[in-house]
């Protein structure tokens, strides 16, 4: 790793494969597609570990990563944004370009322009209802009269499908245990089961129910009643799911690999260059751990320090170390490895993984950034 140009990503890909397992195996016992949300890697050979012995769907956060990935070979996304008429002219492209395409409203304005937008361009396009059910972001309340107009409104459409109903329960991550996070996974399934049979008893076709997190599917007892689950961290996990109970930190498989660039034995403190731009600003599990400041501090080999990125601006990440020992054995150009609070969006701030299998550095692959 010496020569590796630092700040960089590191990837163990054993760990990889051994979280696609975990979640193929959930997903395969309670007989549910999985449609993993590749935003959290935006990474071909990533996909391809984790849709092995699925049917190839993925879940998408930018049209940018459906165009990227439909070069290599993937023909099934759901693109779970809520669409606006900015997007409706790609988005109509791809589907000419015959790729499987959903997307997804809560708004019953949008549904009227995407039909005639849609009709204007000689296609059809599948859309979900976003259904909130509990994380108060996006989504239409699951008792009210849009969450039953807007799919009768879809069906109806001359050029569009009714693809379903979809939810993310992203409250999940406030959870404080392993038990209010299988409340939540319970409600989530529940609220979304309860409105397919709404739905179903107004004679509306429900194709798929799709739900999705991290924390849900790692705890959730069973799905009955779900077509589909759609989780993302879950391939490469992070200190915020170590420290809510979602796996262990021997399952973390992403870090970011930094170097020593200054050291104080007045402040007691270390300067990585590591900062803002390459680890992210989520503060993660805060709530949970005042002290979890912008990651873990790991040594190269992957070694708990057990010190954390206590700040952290543009290019600078800044470490307190009270062990006169440690301070010592940290000098300039010592490389240490940051597993930060937010897997997903310290791998969207660089454009590769370095691939690490059996302690070697074996591979280097392509993260697909933009919009």
Request: hydrophobic fraction near 35%.
């Amino acid at each position: 790793m010496n020569n590796l140009k630092t700040p960089c990503l590191i990837l163990d890909v054993e760990r990889v494969r051994q979280n696609a397992d975990r979640i193929s195996e959930i997903a395969k016992r309670n007989n549910v597609r999985l449609r993993p949300h590749i935003k959290t890697h935006k990474c071909v050979e990533v996909a391809r570990i984790e849709t092995a012995g699925h049917d190839g769907g993925v879940t998408t956060s930018t049209l940018a990563e459906v165009r990227a990935f439909a070069k290599e070979e993937f023909d099934d996304f759901t693109y779970a944004v809520p669409i606006e008429p900015g997007k409706f002219g790609e988005a109509i492209e791809i589907v000419k370009g015959g790729v499987k395409l959903n997307v997804i409203t809560d708004d019953v304005e949008t549904t009227h322009l995407l039909d005639n937008a849609c009709g204007d361009s000689g296609v059809e396009m599948s859309v979900f209802l976003k259904v909130d059910s509990g994380y108060h972001r996006c989504g239409v309340e699951p008792d009210t009269e849009a969450a039953m107009a807007i799919p009768r409104k879809i069906s109806e459409a001359a050029h569009l499908h009714f693809a379903g109903i979809l939810t993310h329960a992203g409250h999940s991550y406030h959870a404080r245990s392993k038990n209010e996070i299988l409340g939540i996974a319970e409600r989530e399934r529940d609220v979304m089961v309860e409105l397919s049979t709404r739905l179903r008893s107004d004679g509306i076709e429900v194709p798929t129910v799709s739900i999705g997190s991290t924390p849900t599917i790692n705890h959730i007892d069973n799905l009955e009643g779900i077509d589909e689950v759609r989780p993302g961290n879950y391939i490469f996990f992070d200190a915020f799911q170590a420290t809510l109970g979602s796996c262990e930190l021997s399952d973390c498989a992403l870090t970011v690999l930094t170097a020593v660039t200054h050291r104080s034995r007045e402040r007691k403190n270390v300067i990585v260059d590591a900062g803002a731009i390459a680890l992210s600003k989520d503060r993660g599990p805060v709530e949970f751990d005042a002290a979890c400041g912008y990651g873990r501090v790991l040594d190269a080999d992957g070694s708990d320090l057990n010190l954390r990125v206590d700040s952290v601006s543009q290019e600078h990440g800044v470490l307190k170390v009270d062990n006169d020992d440690l301070l010592e054995s940290l000098k300039v150009g010592t490389r240490l490895r940051i597993l930060a609070n937010h897997s997903c969006l310290s791998a969207a701030q660089h454009n590769h993984f370095n691939v690490l299998e059996d302690g070697k550095i074996v591979d280097k692959w392509k993260i697909h950034r933009g919009w």
